[in-house]
T-cell receptor, first 111, second 115 residues
Framework: DAKTTQPPSMDCAEGRAANLPCNHS???????VYWYRQIHSQGPQYIIH???NNETNEMASLIITEDRKSSTLILPHATLRDTAVYYC????????????FGTGTSLTVIP | KAGVTQTPRYLIKTRGQQVTLSCSPISGHRSVSWYQQTPGQGLQFLFEYFSETQRNKGNFPGRFSGRQFSNSRSEMNVSTLELGDSALYLCASRNLRTSGSNEQFFGPGTRLTVL
């Protein structure tokens, strides 16, 4: 599975959009991009995933570049409850490989 | 649909003891994975079970073992506990499909403290 690179930390003002980048320059054609977040001492929470097209759900939007070498998770109106560590993972479906979480981005939403 | 449940939520053991943790996946999910999370190492994969068979294993010593039952519930066991085994143990389930993505859904974890 391709590895990902994320900034270690970011701040965002409450009510503003939080844009979390992820580089995955070695991504393969069949690998999906997944985003999870983990609020302190809780289990990781699935946010969104995508293959090629941009995706949106009730939690966030996922923008994947045309060459698929990077992506951005967008939280449109960040709240204090969005403070968490955000993990970007790339993984091919139906492989025996585990999700490799890396170190993620620690997002702090500031009042 | 109920989420992934893990029991117990908290556990305190002493060195040398053994421990068994339990995980019930989301209904219909037949794949269960276990992860260990520590401040120093982050989230590390332990193993994955599917249809009662271990299909992948991380880089952990043989003291860490697991199994899965016919109802997809899974247990992991750690024998001869060491101080370094203190961690949050997370279970995740997913619905393996023949195509497309198969995201994992995590339980709340079991916080194990070894004294």
């Amino acid at each position: 599975d391709a590895k990902t690179t994320q900034p270690p930390s970011m701040d965002c003002a409450e009510g503003r959009a939080a844009n979390l980048p992820c580089n995955h320059s070695t991504i393969s054609g069949n690998e999906y991009v997944y985003w999870y977040r983990q609020i302190h001492s809780q289990g990781p929470q699935y946010i969104i995933h995508g293959l090629k097209n941009n995706e949106t759900n009730e939690m966030a939007s996922l923008i994947i570049t045309e060459d698929r070498k990077s992506s951005t998770l967008i939280l449109p109106h960040a709240t204090l409850r969005d403070t968490a560590v955000y993990y970007c993972i790339v993984r091919a479906p139906n492989t025996g490989n585990q999700f490799y979480f890396g170190t993620g981005t620690s997002l702090t939403v500031i009042p | 649909k109920a989420g992934v449940t893990q029991t117990p939520r908290y556990l305190i053991k002493t060195r040398g003891q053994q421990v068994t943790l339990s995980c019930s996946p989301i209904s219909g999910h037949r794949s269960v994975s276990w992860y260990q999370q520590t401040p120093g190492q982050g989230l590390q994969f332990l193993f994955e079970y599917f249809s009662e068979t271990q299909r992948n294993k991380g880089n952990f010593p043989g003291r860490f073992s697991g199994r899965q039952f016919s109802n997809s519930r899974s247990e992991m066991n750690v024998s001869t506990l060491e101080l370094g085994d203190s961690a949050l143990y997370l279970c995740a389930s997913r619905n393996l499909r023949t195509s497309g993505s198969n995201e994992q859904f995590f339980g709340p974890g079991t916080r194990l403290t070894v004294l």
